[in-house]
C-alpha cells in the first residue's frame, strides 16, 4: 500500500541520513586526532593551549548543527576552547544546502602560526581528509544499502 511504501521510504531516509551524519563524525574526530596528537616538531608550540585547545569540528546538515566535538581545553587553553566552538558555530549559515564537516582552529592568529612560522596547524590535515572522503562515503552507503536491504 502507500502508507507502507511512504514508511519504507521515510525508515530508507533515516537509514541514509544517519549513515552520512555518523561517517562525517568520525571523519571529524579522526581529523581532530590528526591535529592535535602532533608533537611540537610536527605542528608547533603550544605556549597557553588556546590554538590546540580551538581545533575541532561539526557537522552540518542544511545548515543545522547535528555533531560537534567536544573542543576539549589543553593546557588551561579555555579561551581556545570557546571560540573554537563559537567559530564553528558562525560557520553554519555557509553550510545551508548539504551536509558538511567543517574542521576549525577558532583561534585568529592559526593563519599565521602556518603561514608566517610554517607549521602545520590544518593544512595536512585538510589534504588527508579530501582524500579520505570518499572511502569513507562509500562505507557509509555500503552500511546504509545492507540496513534498508534488512527492512
Known amino acids: 500500500t502507500?502508507?507502507?511504501?511512504?514508511?519504507?521510504?521515510?525508515?530508507?531516509?533515516?537509514i541514509v541520513n544517519e549513515e552520512i551524519a555518523n561517517t562525517l563524525s568520525y571523519l571529524g574526530e579522526?581529523?581532530?586526532?590528526?591535529?592535535?596528537?602532533?608533537?611540537a616538531e610536527e605542528s608547533w608550540v603550544d605556549?597557553?593551549?588556546?590554538?590546540?585547545?580551538?581545533?575541532?569540528?561539526?557537522?552540518?546538515?542544511n545548515g543545522a548543527k547535528i555533531a560537534e566535538s567536544s573542543f576539549e581545553t589543553i593546557l588551561g587553553g579555555s579561551i581556545g576552547s570557546a571560540t573554537?566552538?563559537?567559530?564553528?558555530?558562525?560557520?553554519?549559515?555557509?553550510?545551508?544546502?548539504?551536509y558538511s564537516l567543517v574542521v576549525v582552529a577558532g583561534m585568529s592568529y592559526a593563519d599565521y602560526v602556518e603561514?608566517?612560522?610554517?607549521?602545520?596547524v590544518l593544512a595536512s590535515t585538510e589534504l588527508?581528509?579530501?582524500?579520505?572522503?570518499?572511502?569513507?562515503?562509500?562505507?557509509?552507503?555500503?552500511?546504509?544499502?545492507?540496513?534498508i536491504n534488512a527492512l
Open 84 to 98: 573554537g566552538r563559537r567559530y564553528v558555530d558562525s560557520l553554519a549559515s555557509q553550510y545551508a544546502q548539504t
Open 47 to 61: 605556549h597557553t593551549g588556546n590554538l590546540r585547545s580551538s581545533i575541532g569540528y561539526a557537522v552540518f546538515n
Open 30 to 39: 579522526q581529523c581532530v586526532a590528526r591535529i592535535r596528537d602532533r608533537s
Open 115 to 120: 603561514a608566517i612560522n610554517n607549521k602545520d
Open 128 to 147: 588527508w581528509a579530501r582524500a579520505e572522503i570518499q572511502k569513507y562515503l562509500d562505507k557509509a552507503k555500503e552500511k546504509a544499502i545492507r540496513r
Open 2 to 14: 502507500t502508507k507502507e511504501l511512504e514508511a519504507f521510504f521515510n525508515k530508507a531516509t533515516a
